[in-house]
C-alpha cells in the first residue's frame, strides 16, 4: 500500500520528469491511495494542460478515467484534522489533507513536493525513496 499526492498520481499518468520513477512505483506496488481531493486536484491539473492546448478534451477525460481507476483507496479526512495538520506542520490545508491521510493510514505520503517534505519529514519520502522500500 502507498499512500500519493497529487503530484505522483500526476507523473504517473502525464509525462514528465519524474514519470519513469512513478511507473516503476505503481509497477512494483499498484495498491495507491489518497485522500479523495487527489482528484479534485488531478482535474486542476489536467483542465489547465487542456486550456494550455496540450491535451484535448477528451484526452483530460480518459486522463480522469485512469486516475480513477488506478488509486485503490480514496480516504476522506475529516475537516478537524486537516486543520489541526496544517496547524501543526504550517502547511496548505489542501497538504495537509494527504499528510494526515498518510498518518490514519500508518505510512508515509509519497510526494515531490520538496517544502512538503521538508515541513513534515516523517510522514513523507519522496519516489526515489520510496522505491527504495517497495
Known sequence: MIVVDTNVLAYLLIAGDRSKEAQTLYAQDSEWYSEAFVLVEFCNIIVTYQRMGDLSRNQTEQLLNE????????????????????????????DARFLAAAENMGTKLVTEDAKLRIAAPALTQSLTEALTQV
Open 67 to 94: 486516475a480513477e481507476a488506478r488509486m485503490r483507496g480514496l480516504v476522506n479526512v475529516p475537516h478537524i484534522a486537516a486543520l489541526r495538520t496544517a496547524q501543526q506542520f504550517v502547511v496548505s490545508a489542501y
